[in-house]
């Protein structure tokens, strides 16, 4: 859900008042949490993470936004820097402190937890957060490039999915990514022809950009196969629990942290 909402989000950045956006995008982030942690069963669990991911696929983009609004050219890279550092503190401690959680208080708490801090957060931008962004009302959403989209983007991830779940391709799970891709291809094409499209893909044509993005693409690749695959070797193979799990995985925060200071 994270990666459907996010070529929507420089349409809610413009079409609806930032401080509104950002309270509405907490309450959903609240209602997805206490949803998590109320679930007696997995499909409840499932939609509690959905509802989680959709607040946080928006909120991303939606303080990066905001950055390129408040800040001027020459300190965006900082302000961003920090940012990433903060983006960068869930994945390089959440897999020790989360699995202290899991053991200690079972998994449920992984999203109860989440609820008083987002109700501290929710008091605290009522009386000091504030719009900065021009709305503009006559800002209009192609919604087939919005539909070609989901379906693309959510059939590719499926397809990814099902297939290193199952180990692998079947007629399935290789339909379903290559509609995936067939989608993605008319997607893009339609981005293309359209005077204000929803992504707009001519950023591609300049050869930095596109070599920062794919070594940032490997990056990530590298780090969060690593983060995935390693804890759930470590606790079934070696029968390690949730924190031991994490705390392996604990040293390669200095890493994290090098890494965006760098940047």
Same mark, same amino acid.
């Given at each position: 859900? *994270?990666?459907?909402?996010?070529?929507?989000?420089?349409?809610?950045?413009?079409?609806?008042?930032?401080?509104?956006?950002?309270?509405?995008?907490?309450?959903?982030?609240?209602?997805?949490?206490?949803?998590?942690?109320?679930?007696?069963?997995?499909?409840?669990?499932?939609?509690?993470?959905?509802?989680?991911?959709?607040?946080?696929?928006?909120?991303?983009?939606?303080?990066?936004? !905001?950055?390129?609004?408040? $800040?001027?050219?020459?300190?965006?890279?900082?302000?961003?820097?920090?940012?990433?550092?903060?983006?960068?503190?869930?994945?390089?401690?959440?897999?020790?402190?989360?699995?202290?959680?899991?053991?200690?208080?079972?998994?449920?708490?992984?999203?109860?937890?989440?609820?008083?801090?987002?109700?501290?957060?929710? !008091?605290?931008?009522?009386?000091?957060?504030?719009?900065?962004?021009?709305?503009?009302?006559?800002?209009?959403?192609?919604?087939?490039?919005?539909?070609?989209?989901?379906?693309?983007?959510?059939?590719?991830?499926?397809?990814?999915?099902?297939?290193?779940?199952?180990? *692998?391709?079947?007629?399935?799970?290789?339909?379903?990514?290559?509609?995936?891709? !067939?989608?993605?291809?008319?997607?893009?094409?339609?981005?293309?022809?359209?005077?204000?499209?929803?992504?707009?893909?001519?950023?591609?044509?300049? $050869?930095?950009?596109?070599?920062?993005?794919?070594?940032?693409?490997?990056?990530?690749?590298?780090?969060?196969? !690593?983060?995935?695959?390693?804890?759930?070797?470590?606790?079934?193979?070696?029968?390690?629990?949730?924190?031991?799990?994490?705390?392996?995985?604990?040293?390669?925060?200095?890493?994290?942290?090098?890494?965006?200071?760098?940047?």
């Amino acid at each position: 859900m *994270t990666g459907l909402m996010i070529p929507l989000s420089a349409w809610f950045f413009h079409r609806f008042n930032t401080k509104h956006t950002f309270i509405s995008l907490l309450l959903i982030f609240l209602l997805g949490s206490a949803c998590g942690f109320l679930a007696s069963n997995f499909w409840l669990l499932l939609l509690g993470r959905l509802i989680q991911a959709i607040a946080a696929g928006a909120m991303i983009p939606l303080i990066q936004n !905001v950055v390129l609004v408040l $800040y001027p050219q020459e300190k965006r890279g900082f302000i961003m820097g920090i940012i990433g550092l903060v983006i960068a503190f869930g994945p390089a401690l959440g897999p020790t402190v989360g699995g202290w959680i899991i053991d200690n208080l079972g998994l449920k708490w992984l999203f109860g937890i989440l609820i008083p801090l987002t109700i501290i957060l929710l !008091v605290i931008s009522l009386f000091n957060a504030k719009n900065v962004n021009k709305i503009d009302r006559t800002q209009r959403v192609d919604w087939l490039s919005v539909v070609e989209s989901c379906l693309g983007f959510g059939a590719l991830l499926y397809g990814f999915s099902d297939i290193g779940n199952m180990g *692998t391709i079947n007629f399935t799970n290789g339909f379903i990514t290559i509609m995936g891709l !067939v989608v993605l291809v008319f997607f893009c094409w339609r981005q293309l022809k359209l005077e204000k499209p929803l992504a707009n893909l001519s950023v591609f044509r300049n $050869y930095t950009f596109n070599l920062t993005t794919i070594l940032s693409a490997i990056s990530n690749i590298a780090l969060l196969s !690593v983060e995935l695959v390693l804890p759930l070797y470590l606790q079934r193979v070696h029968d390690l629990s949730a924190f031991q799990a994490g705390l392996m995985l604990l040293p390669g925060a200095n890493n994290k942290s090098d890494c965006w200071k760098t940047i």
